[in-house]
């Protein structure tokens, strides 16, 4: 699967983007994030008067001389994010529409980009059955990421994914300490305790929804045979004869609508962003559109 965007001028559009964390972040040393605790890089952030056991190299000998106080010089402090971006490789993602496909992946290597360029550590979870496949390991540096950009091309779509299972089982997701990206079509179940998992674990968390054109208004009509392409075989119940009337197309739109306003107020309350886009879209208009509304970049 060849995605002919993922190429230079599509990386080099995304340099003047970041990732962008909302809370207070509990990383690791060296990253680029502004934390509201105070560290030692060389940025001054503010004063504080001397405590009994305080680093004495920190005192402004400047304000002692005026005040007769001692004062320490407070630095802020920067920190590296653990970014993951959990990608579901079932069938309705792009079995029969590869176009689909390449779109989520596209979307999961820009997401992966801006990670690395902010020194952050970043893994891609592939989600499959019960099974997330971290192939690449712990990514960090553009160098390890544009070699794992290669093996992102190979992805293949098939089965169903139980994204609960998937999340959970993940053994390394750190606690309060970076952003977590499900790329999914959501029309499955158990996604909302993965959802509540991560929130449990103080992450930040972004829902980001595609979906292709045909699945937001279909436009079939009369008698046809759908085949689930997240079905075993064709003897599987989940493929279905049906005859498709305006009734029944006015009642999957209101669904459809439904389902999606549940998804955004579930993630409200748990104060996770979500974002649907269409494929129809380019994908630079999600990048540069819909994810700076979230506030997931700046």
Known sequence: MKITCLNDAFFSRLETLSLNLRSNLAGYFGGKHLVKTYGQTVEFADFREYQLGDDIRRIDWNLFSRFEKYFLRLFTDERQMQVQVFLDCSGSMGKENPGKASYCVAAAAAIGFLAVQSMDKLSFQFMRGNVSENPFGTIVGK??????????????????????????????????????????????????????????????????????????????????????????????????????????????????????????????????????????????????GELLKTGVMS
């Open 143 to 288: 160098n390890s990421f544009f070699r794992a950009v290669g093996g992102l091309q190979e992805l293949t779509f098939d089965g169903d994914t139980d994204i609960e299972a998937c999340v959970t089982q993940v053994s390394d997701t750190g606690d309060h300490n970076g952003i977590s990206v499900i790329i999914s079509d959501f029309f499955t179940e158990n996604w909302k305790k993965a959802v509540d998992y991560l929130a449990y674990k103080k992450r930040q968390v972004l829902l980001l929804q595609v979906l292709t054109p045909d699945e937001i208004e279909p436009v079939y009509d009369g008698r046809v045979h759908m085949l689930d392409s997240e079905a075993v075989d064709a003897s599987d119940p989940k493929n279905m004869k049906l005859t498709i009337s305006r009734g029944m197309q006015k009642a999957y739109a209101e669904t459809l609508a439904e389902y999606m306003s549940d998804i955004r107020t579930f993630c409200a309350k748990r104060e996770a962003g979500y974002i649907s886009v269409s494929t129809e879209h380019p994908i630079e208009q999600v990048l540069f």
